[in-house]
């Protein structure tokens, strides 16, 4: 939450977050499709990247169903989300699976706690974890 910057400065250049995705990853057609049904369920902003990453998970879940067509079982399910290569929600990086990996996105974004200016900075682009 934002509260994240009310640290005390003692702790200035000691803070560093990590995110899945970052806010100029997000396609605006998306996120307007993201508020739209959020708006007017009393959802706290204080979760949104939570809340983002849950509703791309959503869209994934679509995605997958749409594969697998009428005949649906769990295991049709599982092995057509394996098949999943390059998945773009606009929400957060591309997510890829197969049945050895089933962690989508494997890297994300830091940004330092900046405590001075109340705020977040990025401290580069996305990192891709080995």
Do not use: W
């Amino acid at each position: 939450t934002r509260d994240i910057v009310a640290l005390p400065l003692s702790l200035r250049g000691r803070v560093t977050l990590a995110y899945p995705t970052a806010p100029d990853n997000q396609r605006s057609d998306v996120m307007r499709e993201y508020a739209s049904l959020m708006q007017g369920q009393g959802a706290s902003r204080a979760f949104q990247p939570a809340q983002v990453s849950a509703y791309a998970a959503g869209l994934l879940l679509v995605e997958g169903l749409k594969r697998t067509g009428r005949d649906l079982s769990r295991r049709k399910l599982v092995a057509t989300l394996e098949t999943v290569q390059g998945f773009e929600s606009g929400l957060i990086p591309p997510v890829s699976y197969n049945a050895d990996r089933r962690i989508g996105s494997m890297g994300g974004y830091l940004l330092a706690v900046d405590l001075e200016r109340k705020g977040l900075r990025p401290l580069g682009g996305y990192v891709r974890l080995p």
